[in-house]
């Protein structure tokens, strides 16, 4: 099974670190695409040792004329985690504006998306309408955790877990 697993910037980057390192431990294959913020949040280079392969990242990092086809070849998934907010409005709009939403619009497999961001942000009217939105294109929206945030609100926002995720993917993979 081969996963692609777009990260944006979000405090919870760092489960995306993990989720990276589960799926290759289980033998499955990850190409991690990352939005330049994301990028600049944390080097590639942890991803790119933990998935075994090269990251794309925002359009700098890119060598090929067209990405967003050749990654998504042979994938069976298509991953974002953390969703942010600034990306879950983009990919509702259609935007094809990195790598991460440009693969999203060329890729006609599953595409989940595991948003993360402030409890207050999450539930903006504009941020919900954005996943309405999503839901209505088929992408399967992975529900936010209730918990505190970093910054001391409390209420949904916080990425599913790992172990969510990862549960998910591994369902999939076994009805492949």
């Keep these: 099974m081969k996963v692609l697993l777009g990260v944006t910037a979000s405090i919870a980057i760092y489960k995306a670190l993990d989720l990276t390192r589960e799926l290759r431990k289980r033998s499955i294959e990850v190409q991690v695409l990352m939005s330049n913020s994301a990028a600049s949040w944390i080097s590639p280079v942890l991803f790119e040792a933990l998935s075994d392969s090269p990251v794309y990242a925002g ?45 999203l619009l060329s890729f006609s497999g599953p595409r989940w998306f595991a948003p993360s961001m402030n409890p207050f942000m999450y539930a903006h009217k504009a941020v919900q309408k954005n996943l309405q939105i999503l839901a209505e294109y088929g992408y399967e929206i992975l529900d936010p955790q209730n918990g505190e945030a970093v910054c001391g609100d409390l209420g949904k926002g916080k990425m599913a877990t790992v172990e969510q995720i990862l549960d998910k993917i591994i369902l999939l993979q076994n009805s492949i």
Excluded: N, Q, W, Y
């Excluded at 067209?66 to 991953?79: C, Q, Y």
């Design 59 to 103: 359009r700098d990092h890119v060598k090929e004329a067209m990405p967003h086809i050749s990654v998504r070849e042979k994938a069976d998934l298509f991953v974002i985690a953390p969703a942010s907010a600034d990306c879950i409005a983009r990919a509702a709009m259609g935007r094809a504006d990195d790598i991460i939403t440009t693969t």
